[in-house]
Nanobody, 122 residues
């Protein structure tokens, strides 16, 4: 079992930055691939970024490529999402997710966090 708790959300003006954190419980964090997703009201959930267990492999959605960076610190059981140049359309609830399999974490991850709200004003 893996429990995930996100933090770092908040309100920011367009062009600003936020860093989200996702703290994972369990001693096998470094065995899991991790991902970040978001869901805005009335919209489908969107996969944003994925990172392999070692951090060597990453994937980004086109909508955030060049603005968002996913990283992890396995010594702290934490994955991060650095978000720069935020836009009003980035407003959503952001969730982290985990799965043993890299190919599943971006599709149907086994574990989800409860989410953190990000609001970007123009």
């Amino acid at each position: 079992q893996v429990q995930l708790v996100e933090s770092g959300g908040g309100s920011v003006q367009a062009g600003g930055s936020l860093r989200l954190s996702c703290a994972a419980s369990g001693r096998t964090f470094n065995s899991y691939a991790m991902g970040w997703f978001r869901q805005a009201p009335g919209k489908e959930r969107e996969r944003l970024a994925v990172i392999s267990w070692s951090g060597a492999d990453t994937y980004y959605a086109d909508s955030v490529k060049g603005r968002f960076t996913i990283s992890r610190d396995n010594t702290k059981n934490t994955v991060y999402l650095q978000m720069n140049n935020l836009k009003p359309e980035d407003t959503a609830v952001y969730h982290c997710a985990a799965d043993i399999a890299l190919f599943l974490v971006g599709v149907s991850p086994a574990y989800w966090g409860q989410g953190t709200q990000v609001t970007v004003s123009s």
